[in-house]
Structure formats: C-alpha cells, structure tokens
C-alpha cells in the first residue's frame, strides 16, 4: 500500500530529526510543553503562601485549593500529551496502515481542542480567583510573579493549542485523506480520444457496411 494517506510519505521512509524539527507544528508542541512546565512549575515552586501569624500554606489564588489544583493538574497533563504527541510525530511516517493513521490523526484533533478548552478554563478561573486575593492574605506580595506568569503563560497555551485544519497548514505532520480507490477509479475510466485519422474523412470517405 502507499504510505502517502494523511500526508506522510511512504511508510518505512527515514526519519529526518532536522525536518521533523523545523515543522511549524512540531514548533507548537515544543511551545505548548515548555508553557505547561511554567504554569505547573510556578504554582508548585511560589503558589502557596501563608500569613506572618500563621504556619499552614494556602493557595494563592485567593486561598482556592482548587485553582492551584487545576492549574497544576492541566500542565502536568499538557506536559505528558506533548511528549506522547511528539513521539507519535516522529514515528508517523512508520505507519503503513491508513486506519491507524486516521486514528492519529483524529485522536490528535480531539486532544488539542480538549487542551485548548481545559487552558481556556483554567485562564479565567485563576483570573478570577487572583483578582478575588485579598492583600492581607498575603501582605508580603509572595508568589505575585509566579502567579501572574501562570496566567499569563494559561493564556499562551490556548493559541497553542487551538487546532488547525492540516488541510491549511503544509507544515503539519498530517495532510488531508484521500480515497485511493476513487483516485483509482478516476484514472481508470479515464478514455483516450480516438486518432485524429478515424475522423479523416477526407482521407477515407465514409464507408458503408454490405449485408
């Protein structure tokens, strides 16, 4: 079978870590892992602080347990799809069978707006929440550009992950489907015209059939 379906060349082709690298979506997936390691990385490292009179630690955003839960929830899980996603990449071109690779292709789509809706959430709601903080909470100002760079970064990886239709983007690992079958059967019914000589009836006059 041609490996072409989807856009990958021939199956068994060599895997060229220099193409793969410069492919704008790859880019995009090593984008989306490195703000996920910001916005987990933040709240763990400086997302919880506590008042002078007090020893227990609470989330900085407005002391919402949750919010510092999803944000770190959501990049922990942004930060193993990217790794899954950009091994599935480099070892697409491997992949013979077109149903295998449509499933590639429509598992990929489905996570990254799934991605792109979690990071959606997750901005607005630590949005909200760091708005709703109360300075005397955290009268040292702690944690304030961790906090803000979580946000900040949530927001980047929404565009990060806003799927694009491979159709539109060469650079993608994916192409659109083709039916080889009906491209089979476009070439196939495919008829030569007739030589120019068997409309020559100047040449051969018409000729009638005796019965």
């Known amino acids: 079978?041609?490996?072409?379906?989807?856009?990958?060349?021939?199956?068994?082709?060599?895997?060229?870590?220099?193409?793969?690298?410069?492919?704008?979506?790859t880019l995009l997936r090593l984008l989306s892992w490195v703000f996920s390691i910001?916005?987990?990385?933040?709240?763990?490292?400086?997302?919880?602080?506590?008042?002078?009179?007090?020893?227990?630690?609470h989330c900085i955003f407005n002391r919402n347990r949750n919010a510092c839960n999803y944000g770190i929830t959501v990049g922990v899980l942004t930060f193993l799809s990217c790794l899954l996603y950009l091994a599935l990449d480099a070892y697409f071109?491997?992949?013979?069978?077109?149903?295998?690779?449509?499933?590639?292709?429509?598992?990929?789509?489905?996570?990254?707006?799934?991605?792109?809706?979690?990071?959606?959430?997750g901005f607005c709601f630590l949005t909200n929440q760091w708005q709703a903080s109360k300075e005397?909470?955290?009268?040292?100002?702690?944690?304030?550009?961790?906090?803000r760079a979580a946000?900040?970064?949530?927001?980047?990886?929404?565009?990060?992950w806003?799927?694009?239709?491979?159709?539109?983007?060469?650079?993608?690992?994916?192409a659109p489907y083709t039916n080889e079958e009906d491209a089979t059967d476009a070439v196939g019914t495919y008829q030569q015209p007739p030589p120019a000589d068997a409309f020559d009836t100047e040449t051969q006059g018409y000729q009638t059939q005796n019965y």
């Open 1 to 25: 079978m041609d490996g072409g379906a989807f856009g990958a060349g021939k199956a068994g082709g060599a895997f060229d870590p220099h193409a793969f690298i410069r492919q704008p979506y």
């Open 38 to 57: 910001v916005v987990f990385g933040s709240i763990v490292n400086e997302g919880y602080v506590n008042r002078p009179d007090e020893t227990q630690e």
């Open 93 to 121: 071109p491997q992949i013979s069978s077109v149903k295998d690779r449509k499933k590639a292709v429509l598992s990929d789509i489905g996570v990254s707006a799934f991605l792109a809706f979690l990071w959606f959430v």
């Open 136 to 147: 005397e909470d955290n009268p040292m100002n702690e944690g304030g550009d961790a906090a």
């Open 151 to 160: 946000i900040t970064f949530s927001f980047f990886s929404i565009f990060t």
């Open 162 to 174: 806003d799927y694009m239709d491979p159709s539109q983007d060469s650079g993608m690992p994916y």
